[in-house]
């Protein structure tokens, strides 16, 4: 069987070229930057994540119910430190900005990225502001998407998801794992 994870990583490594520059943004631990990684050997991958604790979450996100908007300090350093580990390995290959998703994209170039992956706050308002912020970020050609759209698990609120993306895009494509995309 196949994980969460992996099918994340593989609706991403169907759309990355062979060699690449992609943007993850809520890192999380790490296993989705690991398992990109791991599998495409010509990636430089920005990891972005605020690992923000609750105190320091926009009132939008923890809204949603999304218990990673809900973690204390020790918590997120604890997740901070795995996202550091898993990827260690890979450090030539790897940025990691411990900031928010748009302080982070004012430090990456416009047009650079062939790929960015939004997986931060799943807030209607979070993930139009990472659209948004990011979207200059992606070359001609590229790919935004990101993931929990039409996520129907009863403990969050993820509808925003949905409500961003049409409002900005439209039409967008879905694959698995509640993934949508964008072509530019």
Do not use: C
């Amino acid at each position: 069987m196949v994980s969460a994870v992996e099918q994340r990583a593989q609706a991403i490594l169907r759309r990355l070229p062979e060699v690449a520059r992609m943007a993850e943004i809520g890192v999380l631990v790490g296993r989705l930057s690991e398992a990109v990684l791991r599998a495409r050997p010509g990636l430089n991958l920005t990891m972005v994540d605020s690992w923000a604790p609750m105190d320091r979450q926009p009132a939008a996100y923890i809204a949603t119910g999304d218990e990673h908007a809900r973690h204390d300090t020790a918590r997120v350093q604890r997740h901070r430190s795995e996202a550091e580990r898993r990827v260690r390995p890979f450090r030539k290959r790897t940025t990691i900005f411990a900031m928010s998703s748009i302080e982070a994209a004012t430090q990456v170039e416009d047009a650079s990225l062939d790929l960015v992956f939004l997986d931060g706050d799943h807030s209607e308002l979070g993930v139009l502001s990472d659209i948004e912020a990011w979207l200059p970020k992606v070359r001609a050609g590229g790919w935004i998407g990101g993931h929990d759209i039409d996520n129907d698990d009863p403990r969050y609120d993820f509808s925003g998801v949905r409500r961003a993306v049409e409002a900005r895009f439209g039409t967008f494509e879905v694959d698995q794992n509640f993934t949508w995309w964008v072509r530019l």
